[in-house]
């Protein structure tokens, strides 16, 4: 099951720079697309979440960009700190009358200090 | 800050043995869910609970696995016969609506389910 996808396992970036972490998906009938956050031993945290209808949404230093016909989305840290290191999740909703998240397999981001 | 509690935070099983794990939602939720990440893999959606029934379940729920709320506060998820490939962390997830918009799900910090 690879309907979500993260293609690279980590990212390595300096403090006060832009993280972009990238996300493919397959199913066009997700309708939401999500980022969680996890630190080790902790349940994953969410951050922000993109309806499939918007193609933009910002909260604070977070940012989420939708292209739907390419069926990518990425999230936009800036500026980026040294707490930001975490494994961050892409994961999208499917509803089908009941509701399943599908995740991807997490991006591990290093902000160096 | 309300938060979703689970335990133990880490069981250990012989393999054929029957497993509880037990999670306290968010008091005023209304929707439960149950994850799991295998080491080193994704995180694997389980189940989806609301109004006392299974709204929605993968492909990995089979008949092994069932989920209860047997009272007012407590969510929890049963493994009838645990076999090595169920060694996973286990996430539970609550969130206060489920329904057409987007409602966060609250994660709790799991359950290491260990099979011998």
């Known amino acids: 099951d690879q309907q979500v996808k993260q293609n690279s396992p980590s990212l390595s970036v300096q403090e006060g720079r832009i993280s972009i972490l990238n996300c493919d998906y397959t199913?066009?009938?997700?309708?939401?697309f999500l980022w969680y956050k996890k630190y080790p031993a902790e349940g994953p945290t969410f951050l922000i979440s993109?309806?499939?209808?918007?193609d933009k949404n910002e909260d604070g230093r977070f940012t989420v960009f939708l292209n739907k016909s390419a069926k990518h989305l990425s999230l936009h840290i800036v500026p980026s700190q040294p707490g930001d290191s975490a494994v961050y999740f892409c994961a999208a909703r499917l509803n089908t009358g009941g509701f399943k998240t599908i995740f991807g397999a997490g991006t591990r981001l290093f902000v160096k200090a | 800050e309300p938060e979703v509690t689970q335990t133990p935070s880490h069981q250990v099983t012989q393999m054929g043995q029957e497993v509880i794990l037990r999670c306290v939602p968010i008091s005023n939720h209304l929707y439960f869910y149950w994850y799991r990440q295998i080491l080193g893999q994704k995180v694997e959606f389980l189940v989806s609970f609301y109004n006392n029934e299974i709204s929605e379940k993968s492909e990995i729920f089979d008949d092994q696995f069932s989920v209860e709320r047997p009272d007012g506060s407590n969510f929890t998820l049963k493994i009838r016969s645990t076999k090595l490939e169920d060694s996973a962390m286990y996430f539970c997830?609550?969130?206060?609506?489920?329904?057409?918009?987007?409602?966060?799900?609250?994660f709790g910090p799991g359950t290491r389910l260990t099979v011998l």
């Open positions: 993109i309806s499939s209808i918007k």
């Open positions: 997830a609550s969130s206060r609506r489920g329904g057409q918009g987007f409602n966060e799900q609250f």
């Open positions: 199913n066009s009938m997700f309708d939401y």
